[in-house]
């Protein structure tokens, strides 16, 4: 134990200085101390400032690329028409959907819900603009959207059945309702119905009564949870 | 009938979510010396059976559309090696997405907890939970005696309850006129982390130096908390309407015979310009004057139902999560920090089994700083002593280093432990 003849406190610890006035301690008995209540700092443990030179570098060659596949493609069409067609959209939706993809699906502490939904729309996006230019028109709302809605609402399926946690179940539930509602939409607004539309209408249709058969009482407590007021 | 496995968050802990960063982390912690090395295996078992014993704390925090809740958590809440920064934010990864976390070191036992979780109080009834089950474990001969919360003990839905709610009453809030605070300033660390000083000291001297006064142990801490910041920081130039502020929680468990475990404090603000040249008596007189009329029982009322009336408001109510974070922040910055230079808190006496006495030997109580309060003062006592623990969060050790000369001038013996942030490794 040691003592500090400034402050008139005993000071207990292998230092020898006062934490308080910083002056020299004298030890006054051979108590021995107790470690109490503080861990050792260690070198490694110095501050760090986050890192943020990725980030940074995403940022920076994310925008090189897109204005300068802007202006080239603008500077093509323009001056020497080669290429009558807005490519570089394609450029500026793939970087956005790697945005979603790295920052919000992979790094970001969101909720599944969102992450999906972020994906989805993502996705639609980029190819929507593949669309936009290539010369057929329908490719996108006869095969792509029922094929990924498919999908999608198969995966949410699988998953539900796997997790015994049914935490993400009313999740699963409201997307399957967005894919279903438009579905119906597209099926209603298309002049020719193709089969995967049909078939995507169907299990969509099919999943989402299966849900509020079999897992009712689990939507209602997760919808309660969720939306409590 | 289904267990119910999720709360809302109570009122008092719905400001904390969105305001927690690593610089503001809301958190605080108990520290349990102990008479053996602590033997993390078993201090794991014993984690486990008190989340089964006080099941609202086997939770963890999870965004709704339109409120934060809490909702049963069945990973395991793992106990770590005590790192030297301890009181760091409590993120989703930090411990399976518990809002605490339980560390350990040689014969040292400490639980960091956030305050969307719970108050000093039910973090007591907490620690004190698993250092029962702990000591049972290890097979030392300790008995609940009615302080510590038997086992086979039912949940009692009152345990988890929003007593807030319960004790709403329609009464209206006269508000003053506020003033901003003043704020601290020092020179930051130049790593992460803490300054932390422990002064510990015998409780009938404490007790005597505060009679003197007239006043309690709370009274005469704040008291001089207040003085120490008017005669070191302030130097008899107070700034230009701002004003001293310093926050002292009030426990409303005995006073609504509440047994929650959950947030059940209000703050009470003890506030003085020092414009004018002040005696040390002189701010004891306008402490006393200040805690009486901040802690009456209509006052403690009024202050529920303005909080209360906030959340039951329709509008606020209807509003998604991610538009209330954004005004939660704003509230907090204009009414939390800024009216904030720091807190005194002082859990008092804690009550534990006599059997606990041969096991456990010292407690502290440590609230990390915040952005707005970069120093903080805590009080717990135990087994006859007083623990006075002060966590900073700049290298300059004026307040802490005046607060305990002046108690050992006035005859309070007191031994000091520190973590010595301030110094290089």
Redesign the interface.
Known sequence: MKYCSDCKVKIDGDRNHCPLCFREVKEIDNEKTFDYPFAERKKDEKYQKNNTFVFKLFVFMSICVVSICLFINYYLINEHQIFTKWWSLVVLSSVIYVWVLIGHTIISRRSVFEKILAQLLAIMFLLWTCEFISPNKTWLINYVFPSISISTVLSLLMITFIRKDKSWLLSFVVITIILTVVSILSFIYLEDKHVLNIINLAISGITLLGYFTFGYQAIKQEFARKFHL | M?KKN?Y?LDNAAKIYPPNTTEASPFVFSF?A?LASEVDPEVLQKAVNLSLEVMPTFKTRL??????Y?L?RN?KVATVKP?????LKQIT?ESNNGYMFEVFY????V?INLHHSLTDGTGGTNFFLEILFEYFKLMGYDVESEGVIRPSAAPHAYEESEDTFRVFDKKLKNNSEKEYSAYKFKGTP?????YG????VCKVDQLKALAKQYGATVTEYLAALYMYVIYETCLQGKPEKNKRVQILVPINLRKRFSSNTVRNFSLFVRLKHDFHNEISFEECIELCKKQLAEGSTTEKIEQLIHSNVKLEKNPFM??IPLFLKDIAMRLVYRRVGENLQSGDLSNIGLIKTPESFSKYL??I?FVIGPTASAQQNITVIGYNGKIYISSARGYVE?RI??EL??RL??NGV?????????E?E?
């Open positions: 289904q999720w809302p520290t010396r999870k965004r709704g559309i339109f409120w809740y909702e069945n005590q790192p030297a920064h301890y989703p070191r040689k014969n040292t400490t660390f130049s790593h992460d982390g932390i000083v422990c002064g109510k209807i030997k010292d502290a050790t802490e280093r305990f000369k050992a001038k013996e007191l031994t000091i432990y520190s973590n010595y942030w110094s490794v």
